[in-house]
């Protein structure tokens, strides 16, 4: 009794399924049903334009350089220049970041992090001669890199600068944030 009742749903089902999927002959205009506005979000056309950065900050100081963490497994040290972070109208951070080695070798770049979209920017770093910015060494736009061991705009943009694609509040908000080493959940935010 129950295998019947089984086979007759079944067959049911499969009547309905059928009756369901006709489709209209294959010589019909797709334009003769209703139109949908739905667009998936991925195919919209962005309406985001990104600041123009004509000016760059002064070359950072060591008394307003704040250590952050990236890893424990890295031996270089990361720090943010204070006076050079600001989160912009386009919903970019942009900041100064000195990388330091164990032998006392600098890196030093000027950097964009674009929360809506989890990507970085290179905007200049260090001239040859240590001593202004280089700005030839600009690039376009690039996905953060969370595996490496010194990903640096991951820990930046997870830790303290973005949350829900937005940033986590005012310059002087994350300072503090990053003064204090407030990350994650702990976060003060600000508006």
């Known amino acids: 009794m129950k295998v019947s009742a089984f086979a007759v749903a079944c067959v049911a089902t499969g009547v309905l399924l059928s009756a369901c999927s006709s489709t209209k002959s294959s010589n019909s205009n797709a334009s003769d049903g209703p139109k949908s506005d739905f667009q998936y979000l991925l195919d919209r056309p962005s309406t985001w ?6 000016t760059l900050p002064p070359m950072p100081q060591p008394g307003n350089l704040l250590p952050f963490t990236v890893s424990q497994n890295t031996t270089l040290q990361f720090a943010l220049d204070a006076k050079s972070l600001t989160v912009d109208d386009d919903g970019v951070v942009r900041y100064t970041v000195v990388i330091t080695s164990p032998s006392g070798a600098r890196n030093v770049n000027y950097e964009g992090i674009r929360c809506q979209d989890y990507s970085w920017k290179l905007y200049a770093g260090l001239n040859a001669d ?3 910015w280089d700005r030839t060494v600009e690039n376009d736009w690039t996905r953060i890199e969370n ?7 991951a820990s930046l943009y997870q830790d303290y600068f973005c949350s829900s694609k937005m940033p986590t509040g005012k310059a002087d908000a994350i300072l503090t944030n ?8 702990t976060l003060i935010r600000g508006n």
């Open 49 to 54: 334009t990104e600041k123009k950065v004509d």
């Open 130 to 132: 240590h001593d202004d």
């Open 147 to 153: 595996g490496d061991l010194n990903a640096y705009h």
């Open 178 to 185: 990053i003064r204090y080493k407030r990350a994650n959940s």
